[in-house]
């Protein structure tokens, strides 16, 4: 199995970036399609945007296109996630995700390995 921890969150201002990190043990990322979920108070979780293992296909959702960058590092064995522009409404815990497939399903469900979630809040 693999581990995964995120660390970057924080609180910003709207119309500013923040860089999500996701490192990786216990096996190495390119093993792994990898995406960044999010969930709100009250809220369903969500996906963000995906990168497919060993490609550089990248997936995002609406509310994510144009503004998040999904990247991934294979030497240091670690996923990004560079969010510009952000508003109110990104706030959220952001999760990472890996399943060990050559496609990306949405439905969390899908996904098998989570990372414990790092906190985000922007304010206006």
């Known amino acids: 199995q693999v581990q995964l921890v995120e660390s970057g969150g924080g609180s910003v201002q709207a119309g500013g970036s923040l860089r999500l990190s996701c490192a990786a043990s216990g096996r190495t990322l390119s093993s792994y399609t990898l995406g960044w979920f999010r969930q709100a108070p009250g809220k369903e979780r969500e996906f963000v945007a995906g990168?497919?293992?060993?490609?550089?296909?990248?997936y995002y959702a609406d509310s994510a296109k144009g503004r998040f960058t999904i990247s991934r590092d294979n030497a240091k064995n670690t996923v990004y996630l560079q969010m510009n522009s952000l508003k109110p409404e990104d706030t959220a815990v952001y999760y990472c995700?890996?399943?060990?497939?050559?496609?990306?399903?949405?439905?969390?469900?899908?996904?098998?390995?989570w990372g414990q979630g790092t906190q985000v809040t922007v304010s206006s």
């Open positions: 995700a890996a399943e060990s497939k050559d496609t990306i399903v949405v439905v969390t469900t899908w996904w098998n390995y």
């Open positions: 990168i497919i293992r060993s490609r550089s296909l990248t």
